[in-house]
């Protein structure tokens, strides 16, 4: 199982409590993947699962799929960035209006 930007590893390691063989945490954020390192610790579950931080986790899954690296099971929790809308910028609503 491979649970891409894990945040603090909940679905995989409910996973690896549910019986999957190997679970890979993959995170981008330092503070996150000791989190999710300190979670599987504390439910008992290192032996099961990796935890993995790097730096652009595009890349990383990248390069596991040109090398070969195959799961059977995939969550992508992807963090998506909302940029604020030119007419909330430029006060058509207000200042700054949130809808």
Not at 31 to 47: D, P, S, T
């Amino acid at each position: 199982v491979l649970d891409a930007w894990a945040q603090c590893g909940q679905w995989g390691l409910r996973c690896a409590a549910a019986g999957a063989q190997e679970v890979v945490l993959l995170e981008d954020s330092l503070g996150l993947a000791k989190l999710c390192r300190e979670n599987a610790a504390l439910n008992g579950l290192e032996e099961k699962v990796t935890v993995l931080h790097r730096g652009d986790l595009h890349s990383e899954l990248r390069n596991m799929a040109e090398s070969g690296i195959r799961f059977n099971c995939v969550s992508l929790n992807v963090r998506i960035r909302f940029e604020r809308y030119l007419k909330h910028q430029r006060g058509q609503f207000g200042r700054w209006y949130k809808p």
